[in-house]
């Protein structure tokens, strides 16, 4: 089992900036993706970034390039979100997730995520 667990959220208001963490422990070594979503009230969810843990490979979907930044300090089991340029629309529910990756994916829907932290609320105001 691998334990996740989300920090950093909070109120922000637009223009500003938040970084998230997600702390991984337990059999972290049978995962090699960790990804970073976020859902609305009655909406799925939408992967907003990703990171191969035992390499550098990142992801990023077009809506937050050049705003969102994910890293990972492997010495802490821990991935940031580094959210910048924040927007009103970037108000939601975010979620860390663990799971096992191909190489070079074309988007966070080919992977199979096995694990779930309980999220961090993130509110942008206008």
């Known amino acids: 089992q691998v334990q996740l667990v989300e920090s950093g959220g909070g109120s922000v208001q637009a223009g500003g900036s938040l970084r998230l963490s997600c702390a991984a422990s337990?059999?972290?070594?049978?995962?090699?993706?960790i990804g970073w979503f976020r859902q609305l009230p009655g909406k799925g969810r939408e992967g907003v970034a990703g990171?191969?843990?035992?390499?550098?490979?990142?992801y990023y979907p077009d809506s937050v390039k050049g705003r969102f930044t994910i890293s990972q300090d492997n010495a802490k089991n821990t991935v940031y979100l580094q959210m910048n340029s924040l927007k009103p629309e970037d108000t939601a529910m975010y979620y860390c997730?663990?799971?096992?990756?191909?190489?070079?994916?074309?988007?966070?829907?080919?992977?199979?995520?096995?694990?779930w932290g309980q999220g961090t609320q993130v509110t942008v105001s206008s």
């Open positions: 990171i191969y843990t035992l390499g550098s490979g990142t």
């Open positions: 337990g059999a972290t070594a049978s995962t090699n993706f």
């Open positions: 997730a663990a799971g096992v990756a191909p190489k070079n994916i074309a988007t966070m829907a080919d992977i199979l995520f096995n694990y």
